[in-house]
């Protein structure tokens, strides 16, 4: 039977490289075999076997038996894979050790970031991680106010994403005004956004047009605005400002939408009542 590229993805990712993952298989099919039998399975040159199972043994996955010709017999497959998944672990444990004391070495001497509470400026922000963490960070430092504007598609992913960091932000009493353009189905809300509505402290709204911008407001003091909106959630740049001029902008943007934006799908004409 031959192997299916899954199984040897999986134990790439689990440590072992494309060639031993053939070789481990094909024992594990084989049961004792000798090294041409496993050659001729596995598809791997007979002096490749040599060379992998004294590799195999060390990683406990295999054991030689002393016979003419010789032969190898295959650690069960749970086995095999639990004795993999426990070096993987370790190996994180200590790679997180590790990033911790190059943290912590660091951290006295960390330069000033770009971002600092009194300047006055721009910053471009790369795409997805860097993006996240950015995002994080402003939400987590927020005290009175999160407004947001995004594709009703990447809505349900955002709140995955930033689920955590807005429960605490909503605990301690952050409003949340969120807007997106109509869905195109009335299929119902997914779970998790339909428990952010049960909170008081988050609003949903919806535009009828597709809205010209993506963009978040943190506590009317700092905004990002992706550069691409029409990309997908978190694939764009974000231009991060705390100017004010910029910031008095984008904000009467956002109370306009907000102020003419239907409170729910049944409305069929734009709410007109004060903010909230």
């Known amino acids: 039977m031959p192997f299916q590229n899954k199984e040897i993805r999986t134990l790439t990712r689990l440590g072992l490289t494309s060639c031993q993952a053939k070789v481990y298989l094909a024992l594990v099919r084989s049961g004792i075999s000798t090294a041409k039998t496993i050659s001729m399975v596995s598809k791997v040159a007979r002096p490749d076997i040599y060379r992998i199972m004294p590799m195999l043994q060390k990683l406990g996955l295999a054991e030689k038996i002393i016979n003419v010709p010789t032969k190898f017999e295959a650690t069960p497959i749970r086995e095999g894979v639990t004795s993999l998944l426990d070096h993987k672990s370790k190996e994180t444990y200590e790679l997180q050790q590790e990033a911790k004391e190059l943290l912590k070495k660091f951290k ?64 301690r009493g952050v409003k949340i005004r969120w807007l997106l353009e109509k869905p195109k189905d009335i299929n119902p809300w997914p779970e998790i956004v339909q428990t952010f509505m049960k909170n008081p402290f988050f609003k949903l709204r919806i535009v009828l047009k597709p809205p010209e911008a993506r963009l978040g407001i943190f506590d009317k003091k700092e905004v990002f605005i992706a550069t691409h909106p029409t990309t997908r959630a978190m694939e764009s740049t974000a231009l991060w400002t705390n100017n004010p001029s910029l910031l008095r902008i984008v904000h009467d943007y956002f109370e306009r939408l907000w102020i003419t934006a239907l409170e729910n799908l049944d409305e069929e004409q734009p709410i007109t009542n004060a903010l909230v």
């Open 108 to 171: 006295e001497r960390q330069p000033k970031t770009p971002i600092q509470e009194g300047d006055k400026q721009l910053v471009l922000i790369p795409e997805r991680e860097r993006l996240i963490l950015s995002l994080k960070k402003a939400a987590e430092d927020a005290q009175s106010s999160m407004d947001i504007i995004c594709p009703q598609e990447a809505f349900p992913k955002g709140l995955l994403i930033m689920n955590e960091v807005y429960e605490k932000a909503m605990g």
